[in-house]
């Protein structure tokens, strides 16, 4: 884990990149904003999580980091015990959390809950979708106060540009960073379920409505279509082991409070 705190005095914002090593959109996004003339209000930390799957240029090494926190100090698995640290480092305060992804139809924020610090993270981010993802254990904004990105197609340049973008908006309309970035009204996209099955093509559009009866994933023949109506979302064809992606319910936008 490599900690990087840019300002005096204690921070209230941490930036967090590389939960998956090889998702590199947030270091590159960090860097950037190092470089720039971005003026701090307040000083802000930076925690590059899993170093040593992103020096390996892997996701990860022993297991998912994003699926075993709190984690374990005495963990035979790196994750494990790297879950556990990075806990203690993310400790009291907010947390934008920034990662790329195989499935397209990015950029969009993910929230775990719905409560009011939750949805106004996701205004924040000046995304206009955001996915709740609730349904899943796990997640690092489960366990604190914060606010997850999907910036793009995994190692592009424009998912580095993007996370660049969504960053600063992010530190401007918290008040981190001195100008100004209005919050968007996101709409909300909350997972129901899990399309599973491997070896699919994923043939339908993520956050556009499959209809009942509607094919949305083929292979060799044979096909997946919807026993009722949702909203694919981190649907992909190569993106997970066991899973085509989720099944989403449209909850309409969130508008300022
Ligand atoms: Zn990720």
Redesign the pocket.
């Known amino acids: 884990m490599h900690v990087e705190t840019l300002g005096d005095g204690r921070p209230r914002y941490t930036i967090l990149a590389c ?2 090593g090889d ?1 590199t959109c947030g270091w590159h996004a960090f860097n950037r904003f190092k470089a720039s003339d971005a003026v701090l209000n307040e000083p802000v930390k930076f925690v590059l999580a899993n170093e040593r799957a992103f020096k390996l240029g892997y996701r990860f090494c022993d297991v998912d980091l ?1 699926r075993v926190m709190p984690g374990d100090a005495s963990s035979e698995k790196h994750e494990e015990r790297l879950a556990a640290r990075l806990g203690q480092e993310l400790a009291g305060t907010t947390v934008l959390d920034i ?1 790329s ?1 195989e499935s397209r139809k990015c950029p969009y924020a993910i929230v775990t809950g719905t409560d009011a610090p939750s949805r106004q993270l996701a205004r924040s981010t000046g995304l206009d979708r955001v996915v709740d993802m609730s349904y899943l254990p796990g997640g690092i904004t489960r366990s604190v106060t914060g606010v997850a990105v999907e910036c793009g197609y995994h190692d592009d340049e424009g998912a580095a540009t993007t996370a660049h973008r969504v960053l600063l908006h992010f530190l401007r309309a918290e008040g981190v960073v001195e100008g100004t970035a209005s919050r968007s009204s996101p709409t909300l996209f909350e997972v129901v379920g899990d399309a599973e099955g491997s070896g699919y093509t994923f043939v339908g559009e993520n956050f556009q409505r499959v209809a009942e009866g509607e094919v949305y994933a083929r292979k060799n023949g044979t096909v997946r279509r919807a026993d009722a109506p949702f909203y694919p979302v981190l649907m992909s064809t190569h993106g997970y082991a066991d899973r085509i992606g989720f099944k989403a319910q449209h909850c309409g936008r969130i508008e300022a409070e």
Do not use: Q
């Open positions: 939960v998956h998702e994003n990662h992804s």
